[in-house]
């Protein structure tokens, strides 16, 4: 990239820094959340404390923001190879809980899956008998939402809820 655009009514000079030559360690005093994210495209004295850090300031926020900004720390520190680090800092500190694994509500959204994919086959292949509502009760969730996707195009029930074999 060119340090200066010229032209005849107008002239322009930057000066380009590579971002990894930038103290990262700056960034993570910053008060503002963002810029911890932004800190690990630069040069930090130690990744695994950074990384550390800003999972902690994650943390503090609510529950969707966490989320959003769990996947740009993935996205950013995949661009500096921190991704092992990142896996093993959020195992230590839990940050984004799994809502299926609240005692309550988990068992409630996987009630509620499993009522969608019935009324789904309902609509497309009729009355739902016993065997084929008895194997969905037996399924985990991602199992049930992978029969709801084989829906689109399995011809039958039985192609769809296949016996003597676990759903893909």
Not at 23 to 34: R, V
Not at 154 to 168: F, H, I, K, V
Request: hydrophobic share 45%; with cysteine; aromatic share 2%.
């Amino acid at each position: 990239m060119p340090e200066s655009i010229a032209g005849v009514s107008v002239s322009f000079r930057c000066r380009i820094v590579d971002i990894r030559e930038l103290d990262g360690d700056a960034l993570l005093l910053s008060p503002n959340p963002e810029d911890s994210l932004i800190a690990v495209l630069m040069r930090l004295r130690d990744e695994r404390a950074a990384v550390r850090k800003i999972l902690r300031r994650i943390g503090e926020n609510e529950p969707a923001r966490r989320e959003v900004a769990v996947r740009e720390l993935i996205i950013l520190a995949g661009l500096r190879s921190l991704g092992a680090i990142i896996e093993e800092e959020t195992q230590k500190m839990p940050i984004l809980d799994d809502i299926m694994d609240h005692d309550l509500l988990g068992p409630a959204i996987r009630r509620g899956q499993r009522s969608v994919v019935v009324r789904l086959i309902e609509k497309r292949f009729g009355s739902v008998p016993a065997w084929a509502r008895q194997r969905l009760e037996a399924m985990s969730g991602h199992e049930v939402e992978e029969v709801a996707v084989r829906l689109l195009d399995a011809r039958s029930l039985e192609e769809l809820l296949p016996a003597g074999r676990p759903p893909q």
